[in-house]
C-alpha cells in the first residue's frame, strides 16, 4: 500500500506534471515535431541537399523543379532546395544564439537585481527601462547603414535590444524566491549571494526562462528575414531565408518563378508558427493557471 | 500626475541624448574624410597643401568633441540634418517628402487594423471558449508568425499579377483617376492592417474578459440594462481605454512592417528612402532618418505613459 503511494507521488514531479500538459497540447507537439524536422534538416545539409548552395551552374540556371533540381534553381543556376537547407542553418542559428544570449543576460541581471537588490537593483532595472523603449530598428538601420551589414552584427543587436525582457520576469520571482525559507536557511548557513544565486535563484526561474526564451526565438527569427530581405542582414551569397526573397523583387520573376519565394518564405512562415505554438504550449504547461 | 509624466520625460529625453551620442560618434567613424566628401575635387586639387587644413578649421572639424556635438545637435534639432550626398538637396527636405506616403498608409493600416480586431475581439470574448474564439487565437498566432514582405510578394502574385484587380507597385499610375491612390494603397496597407490585427484582438479579447467580470457590470444588469446595452456602453468602453496605449506600443512595429512593404510594393516613403540610402552609402539621410524614428518612437512612448495614467488614474499614486 505504502509502496504503490510512493511511487504515485514521485511520478508527479512538477517537471513530469509539466510534460503531461505538454504532450496534451496537440499544436505544441505538431509544432516541436515540426521544428525537429527543420532542424534535422539544417544539422544535416552537407548529406540531404545534393547540391553545393553556392555552386552557379549558368548552364541551367531558372529551371523549374525537377527530379535533379528538387525546387528549381535561381536566376545564377544555383540549387534552391539545397540554398533553402543551408539558409536554415542561418536562419536557426542566429535566433538561437541571439536569444540565447539576450536571455542569458537577462536571467543572470535579473537574478542579481532581485537577490542583492538596492543601487545594483536601481541601475540594472532603469537600465532594461531604457533598452526597452529603445527602437531596436534605429540601432539596425545606423550600424547597418555606417558599419556595413552583417550576420554577427544582427546577433549582438537583437541579444543587446531583447535581454530586458527575461530579466523583468526574472526579478519578479527572485524577489518571491529570496523570502522563501530554504533560500533564508542556507543564507543563515552562510551561503554568500553568488552561491545563491547559482544555486536556489537559476534553477528555480529556469522554466519560465525558457518560455521567455522560446517566444524570443520566433521574433528574432522574423526580424532577421525582414532585415535580410531588406538587405541588411545576411549577406549574399550566404544564403538565408531572407535574403533568398530578395532575389524576388522583380515582377516578371514573381509570376515565372514561385519556385523560387514561395519555399523560403513559407520555411520562414511555418518555423516561426511552430516556435510560437511551442512557446504557447510551454507557458501553459510550466504555469497552468493561464490556462483559459 | 505631473511628477509621474515629468519623471516619463527625463528617462525619455535620456534615451533620446544617448541614442543622439551614438549616432553622432557613429557619423564621425563612417569611412572617408568629411572634406573630401563635401569640398569639389578639382578646387580640392587646386587649393594647395594647407587647403585641408583651412577647410577643416572653417568647418569645426578642429574643435573639441564636445564642442562639435552640441553643435550637430543643434544644428539637427532645428533641421538643419546636412545634405545628401546623392541629390545635394537638404537633408530634411529629401526626408520630409517621403513622410505624407509613410503616414497615409500606416494610417490606413491602423484603421483597417482596429476595423477587424475589436469586432473580432469581442466576438472572441463574448463567445469565449468557442470554435470562434479558438479559431481567432490559431489566426492572430498565424498572422503574427508570417512575415509581411512574404504576405506582400503573394499578394502581388495572386491579386495583380493573376487576377489583375490592384497594381503592383507605386503610389499612383500616370493618367489614373481619382480612386487611383486608393487602388495602390489597398494591398499594402491591408497586409499591415493584418499583422497588427492580431495582437489587437487579443488585447481586445482579454481587456473585455476582464471588464466582464467585474463588479459595476453585475450592477448594470441588475439595474436592467440588456446584454448588448451592458456589452457596448458598459464593458466594451471601458476595455477599449488600455488599447489606446497599445497602439502607441505598436508604432515602432508598425513603421518596421512599413519599411518592408513600402520595399516590396516600391511605395514612395520614408522606408523605401532609408533602404535606397544604405544602399548607396548616403549617411546624412541615413542619419536624418534614424533621429526622426528615434524621436517619433520616444514620443509614442511618452504619449503612451501619459494616456496610460491618464486613463487609469491609480497609476500616479506610485
Not at chain 2, 489583375?164 to 500616370?174: D, E, H, R
Not at chain 2, 516600391?266 to 532618418?289: E, H, K, R, T
Amino acid at each position: 500500500m505504502t509502496a504503490v503511494l510512493t511511487t504515485q507521488i514521485s511520478r508527479r514531479s512538477p517537471a513530469r506534471l509539466a510534460l503531461r500538459r505538454f504532450l496534451r497540447n496537440r499544436m505544441a507537439v505538431a509544432g516541436a515535431v515540426f521544428l525537429v524536422l527543420v532542424v534535422l534538416l539544417a544539422v544535416c545539409a552537407p548529406f540531404v541537399a545534393g547540391h553545393d548552395p553556392n555552386a552557379v551552374d549558368l548552364t541551367a540556371f531558372r529551371r523549374p523543379p525537377s527530379g535533379e533540381h528538387l525546387l528549381g534553381t535561381d536566376s545564377s543556376g544555383r540549387d534552391v532546395f539545397a540554398r533553402l537547407v543551408y539558409a536554415g542553418r542561418v536562419s536557426l542559428l542566429v535566433g538561437l544564439v541571439a536569444s540565447l544570449a539576450a536571455v542569458m543576460a537577462g536571467t543572470l541581471l535579473g537574478a542579481v537585481a532581485g537577490v542583492i537588490g538596492g543601487v545594483a537593483d536601481a541601475v540594472i532595472m532603469r537600465t532594461a527601462d531604457v533598452v526597452l523603449s529603445f527602437p531596436s530598428l534605429v540601432v539596425v538601420v545606423v550600424l547597418a547603414g555606417v558599419l556595413g551589414p552583417s550576420a554577427p552584427m544582427l546577433v549582438v543587436v537583437f541579444a543587446a535590444c531583447n535581454w530586458p525582457t527575461s530579466c523583468r520576469v526574472v526579478r519578479g520571482l527572485a524577489l518571491g524566491l529570496r523570502e522563501q525559507e530554504y533560500v533564508q536557511a542556507s543564507r543563515a548557513f552562510g551561503a554568500g549571494r553568488a552561491s545563491i544565486i547559482a544555486r536556489h535563484i537559476v534553477p528555480a526561474v529556469l522554466a519560465q526562462v525558457a518560455v521567455v526564451g522560446t517566444l524570443l526565438v520566433a521574433q528574432i527569427i522574423l526580424l532577421e528575414a525582414v532585415l535580410s530581405f531588406l538587405g541588411l542582414g545576411v549577406q549574399a551569397p550566404q544564403a538565408s531565408w531572407g535574403n533568398m526573397l530578395t532575389d524576388a523583387q522583380n515582377l516578371t520573376l514573381i509570376r515565372t518563378m514561385p519556385w523560387l519565394w514561395l519555399p523560403p518564405g513559407l520555411a520562414i512562415a511555418l518555423t516561426v508558427l511552430a516556435v510560437n505554438f511551442v512557446g504557447d504550449g510551454l507557458r501553459d504547461a510550466v504555469d497552468p493557471r493561464g490556462v483559459r | 500626475m505631473l511628477t509621474y509624466v515629468a519623471r516619463r520625460l527625463m528617462v525619455n529625453v535620456g534615451v533620446f541624448l544617448l541614442i543622439s551620442v551614438g549616432v553622432f560618434l557613429l557619423v564621425r567613424a563612417a569611412p572617408g574624410d568629411p572634406v573630401r566628401m563635401m569640398v569639389n575635387p578639382e578646387q580640392l586639387a587646386a587649393g594647395g597643401p594647407d587647403f585641408i587644413a583651412r577647410k577643416r578649421a572653417e568647418l569645426g572639424l578642429d574643435d573639441p568633441v564636445v564642442v562639435r556635438y552640441v553643435v550637430w545637435l543643434r544644428d539637427a534639432l532645428t533641421g538643419d540634418l546636412g545634405y545628401s550626398f546623392v541629390s545635394h538637396r537638404p537633408v530634411s527636405a529629401v526626408l520630409g517628402e517621403r513622410i505624407g506616403p509613410t503616414v497615409l498608409l500606416m494610417g490606413t493600416a491602423l484603421l483597417l487594423g482596429l476595423l477587424v480586431a475589436v469586432p473580432a475581439g469581442t466576438l472572441a470574448a463574448v463567445r469565449r471558449n468557442s470554435a470562434a474564439d479558438y479559431a481567432s487565437a490559431v489566426v492572430s498566432l498565424a498572422v503574427i508568425s508570417v512575415p509581411s514582405f512574404f504576405l506582400g510578394i503573394a499578394a502581388i502574385y495572386v491579386f495583380s499579377l493573376t487576377l489583375g484587380w490592384f497594381p503592383s507597385s507605386g503610389m499612383t499610375t500616370p493618367g489614373g483617376g481619382g480612386t487611383d491612390v486608393l487602388a495602390h494603397l489597398v494591398l499594402p496597407a491591408a497586409i499591415l492592417a493584418l499583422s497588427i490585427a492580431g495582437p489587437f484582438m487579443r488585447y481586445v479579447r482579454g481587456g473585455l474578459i476582464a471588464e466582464l467580470g467585474a463588479d459595476y457590470i453585475r450592477t448594470a444588469e441588475a439595474k436592467g440594462a440588456g446584454p448588448p446595452r451592458v456589452l457596448l456602453r458598459h464593458a466594451l468602453r471601458n476595455a477599449l481605454i488600455p488599447l489606446i496605449t497599445v497602439i502607441m506600443i505598436y508604432v515602432p512595429q508598425l513603421l518596421a512592417g512599413a519599411v518592408a512593404l513600402e520595399q516590396v510594393f516600391a511605395w514612395p516613403g520614408m522606408g523605401q528612402l532609408a533602404i535606397s540610402s544604405i544602399g548607396q552609402l548616403d549617411y546624412p539621410v541615413v542619419i536624418g532618418f534614424a533621429l526622426f524614428i528615434a524621436v517619433l518612437v520616444l514620443l509614442c512612448n511618452l504619449a503612451a505613459d501619459v494616456l496610460y495614467a491618464v486613463a487609469d488614474p491609480r497609476i500616479s499614486l506610485q
